[in-house]
């Protein structure tokens, strides 16, 4: 089996941002969400088994994700829009079990998710938690990295 390309997992990550957007809008669950998007989408350039991957983590440790997030914030994050949320628990998902994943493509993804996706100014509040998450989570790394 050959090995994902970055576009197809970007690709994945745009519907898992888009899928959690559904979850919060209509309370239905990750699998129904997936079923649902694979039914109704193009799936050929898409990684559905990173896309599955993502979304079932994200659910299965939501609390976890949003209390990372939390003090990262300079509000609530009730007052987080679901887009900026949808891409923050994704970073956040990624940093902690996705290690093989560097930390600055997964800053990148969030940014652009947020960009593309989100109201004007959302891509700064994701790239200053991912941030702030990537230089204690990955602290090595991101030393490395930052020299």
Do not use: C, W
């Not at 559904?22 to 990173?50: C, L």
């Amino acid at each position: 089996m050959k090995k994902p390309s970055p576009a197809s997992r970007s690709k994945a990550r745009r519907f898992v941002l888009q899928a959690l957007y559904s979850m919060h809008m209509t309370g239905n669950t990750a699998i129904d969400v997936f079923a649902q998007f694979r039914q109704n989408h193009d799936m050929k350039k898409v990684d559905t088994e990173y896309l599955r991957g993502l979304l079932i983590g994200i659910d299965a440790h939501r609390a976890e994700l949003l209390a990372l997030i939390k003090p990262k914030l300079e509000r609530e994050l009730n007052e987080l829009d679901p887009i900026e949320t949808a891409a923050l628990l994704i970073g956040v998902y990624e940093l902690q079990y996705k290690i093989e994943l560097p930390y600055r493509v997964v800053i990148n993804e969030g940014v652009e998710l947020a960009k593309q996706f989100g109201a004007a100014e959302s891509h700064k509040l994701v790239n200053s938690v991912l941030d702030a998450l990537a230089r204690e989570s990955r602290e090595i790394e991101y030393k490395a990295r930052s020299g």
